[in-house]
């Protein structure tokens, strides 16, 4: 079936906002997250934590690299811990479990950056907006005098099937927004020379056709 100049038009609009969806939905993907080497544990415990998928250390505008805060309960509850991440985004500190009573509390990794609102005036303060993909939570119990806290040390050698499973995740969304966009540009592409050669067919002269005495058109 031959697609007119319009239908290629069309396709190349679909194909491009597919494109769209798929980068939106990558992008998506990219939480920050906080593991702790421990579930629970008593007051005054250390309590070691990795994360990942934070924004990379960097200094802008004149402003120190973003740190990531580690929070209790609340975002703007007590800290924990402040720690910058690599250029790769990943954080790892510890932090001493506070006085709190028996119970599961929630602790929060916050990664905001200062910038300064477009028309505001040079002596106003920066603002401060979260870094996309944040804030990140974990849950912790803490226990009682009697309660035995269960460690979350794995065992040397032991591949975090929950990290392989997440490149794998975003292995596959590169590649379908690859393909997408792939496609849409041909889709484009065909428009476009679709488009082009009718044009140029629009502005040929008309020919004459020859009609033999006595007929007629």
Not at 33 to 60: C, Q
Not at 169 to 181: H, M, P, R
Request: aromatic residues 10%.
């Amino acid at each position: 079936m031959r697609l007119s100049p319009h239908r290629w038009a069309v396709l190349a609009v679909i194909g491009a906002l597919v494109v769209g969806f798929g980068a939106s939905a990558f992008a998506c993907a990219n939480l920050a997250t906080l593991s702790l080497s421990t579930g629970s544990g008593r007051p005054g415990t250390t309590i070691t934590f990795t994360g990942s998928s934070f924004a990379p250390a960097r200094a802008s505008n004149g402003y120190s690299p973003t740190p990531v805060v580690v929070h209790w309960q609340w975002e703007d509850g007590p800290v924990l811990a402040e720690v910058t991440p690599d250029r790769f985004g990943t954080i790892s500190a510890s932090f001493a479990v506070p006085e709190a009573q028996p119970g599961k509390y929630i602790i929060i990794a916050t990664q905001k950056t200062a910038r300064r609102v477009p028309g505001a005036p040079a002596d106003q303060p920066p603002a401060y907006f979260a870094e996309a993909g944040t804030p990140a939570r974990t849950s912790f119990e803490v226990l009682g005098p009697n309660a035995v806290p269960v460690i979350r040390t794995p065992p040397p050698e032991t591949v975090d099937m929950s990290d392989a499973q997440g490149q794998l995740d975003s292995t596959v969304w590169i590649v379908l927004t690859a393909a997408f966009g792939a496609v849409a540009m041909s889709l484009f592409g065909g428009g476009l020379i679709a488009f082009i050669h009718q044009s140029k067919k629009s502005k040929e002269p008309a020919r004459a056709r020859w009609v033999p005495p006595g007929w007629y058109q």
